[in-house]
């Protein structure tokens, strides 16, 4: 099976966090699913260059990576994926959702309220377990 080498954001400010809802896609299980921002590790890239690049990609934002939390690993139906995760500051203000759909700034004992993507739901355990 395919594994994937990802990074995804947690973005803290005003201690809220930074979730984003995901458009659809051609896998049913992640479509419109709420999930840490990030994605894929391009070659030569180290995963916070990958995460900054992503999110600003993706969000129009800048990030400041402060440090690892975790990696998980999960297993899709149709694919693998190995996902870095990182606490991260945000730096400027204006977000411009550019693949996703919604986003929100939720407070940890909010989090637990989404619909989240499998792969990201250890980390919003680890979150709110402290």
Partial sequence: MKKINVVAAIIERDEKYFCTKRNYSK?????????????????????????????????????????????????????????????????????????HIDFKWLEISELNKLDWAEADLPIVNKLVNG
């Fill in 27 to 99: 896998y049913d299980y992640i479509s419109y699913k709420w999930e840490f921002p990030g994605g894929k590790i391009e070659l030569n890239e180290s995963p916070e260059e990958a995460l900054a690049r992503e999110i600003f990609e993706e969000l129009d934002i800048e990030i400041a990576v402060t440090r690892h939390f975790a990696t998980i690993s999960h297993e899709y139906p149709d694919f693998n994926i190995e996902m870095a995760c990182y606490l991260c500051e945000h730096i400027s203000r204006e977000i411009c959702l550019k693949e």
